[in-house]
T-cell receptor, first 114, second 112 residues
Framework: DVKVTQSSRYLVKRTGEKVFLECVQD?????MFWYRQDPGLGLRLIYF???????EKGDIPEGYSVSREKKERFSLILESASTNQTSMYLC?????????????FGQGTRLTVV | QKEVEQDPGPLSVPEGAIVSLNCTYSNSAFQYFMWYRQYSRKGPELLMYTYSSGNKEDGRFTAQVDKSSKYISLFIRDSQPSDSATYLCAMSAMGGNYQLIWGAGTKLIIKP
């Protein structure tokens, strides 16, 4: 059974804090993604990684960074959390090799910045 | 203009009704079309997947692609309260990094 695990379901952080969101997949997938999901806006890609230590900016990378030191783990970092980063964060992984591969998602982390 | 447009709803229908969910897109290079279902407080899960134009049926669900109109649909027959969820369309093109481009998601409510 494939699995993408996000470290926290709910987080409350203060403005200005550095926040780490962790994601682990057990499927040996090359590609991993971080999205944020807001009502009416759908999934917006923050960053993705197609290999260890490789990263690419998505549509909304400002205020975020990522780290992928091992194939199975992809971390999202909010350098200095702000209230407009309150959102649902979704991690996904996907095999390499083609356009028709399924993306598998974690349960999501609902982050509230106060 | 977004590459993929999807009405966020909510769409509320009575149990047993036929539901039609739709997305339009602008990039003619899209060839793979997916529908994901997302229950409340869960991550999205793949529901159906089609390649190029045509129909695909899986139980009560039918996915339809009309590339000439750049329009895709998901039909749900005999809708059940358990079908209440957000339905997201996603699509990708050959080449590049095969990124999935997402619709905003339509929230569907099936009333008992």
């Amino acid at each position: 059974d494939v699995k993408v695990t996000q470290s926290s379901r709910y987080l409350v952080k203060r403005t200005g804090e550095k926040v780490f969101l962790e994601c682990v997949q057990d499927m040996d997938h090359e590609n991993m993604f971080w999205y944020r999901q807001d009502p009416g806006l759908g999934l917006r890609l923050i960053y993705f990684s197609y290999d260890v230590k490789m990263k690419e900016k998505g549509d909304i990378p400002e205020g975020y960074s990522v780290s992928r030191e091992k194939k199975e783990r992809f971390s999202l970092i909010l350098e200095s959390a702000s209230t407009n980063q309150t959102s649902m964060y979704l991690c996904a992984s996907r095999p390499g090799g083609g356009v028709n591969t399924e993306a598998f998602f974690g349960q999501g982390t609902r982050l509230t910045v106060v | 203009q977004k590459e993929v447009e999807q009405d966020p709803g909510p769409l509320s229908v009575p149990e047993g009704a036929i539901v039609s969910l739709n997305c339009t897109y602008s990039n003619s290079a899209f060839q793979y079309f997916m529908w994901y279902r997302q229950y409340s407080r869960k991550g999205p899960e793949l529901l159906m997947y089609t390649y190029s134009s045509g129909n695909k049926e899986d139980g009560r669900f039918t996915a339809q692609v009309d590339k000439s109109s750049k329009y895709i649909s998901l039909f749900i027959r005999d809708s059940q309260p358990s079908d209440s969820a957000t339905y997201l369309c996603a699509m990708s093109a050959m080449g590049g990094n095969y990124q999935l481009i997402w619709g905003a998601g339509t929230k569907l409510i099936i009333k008992p």
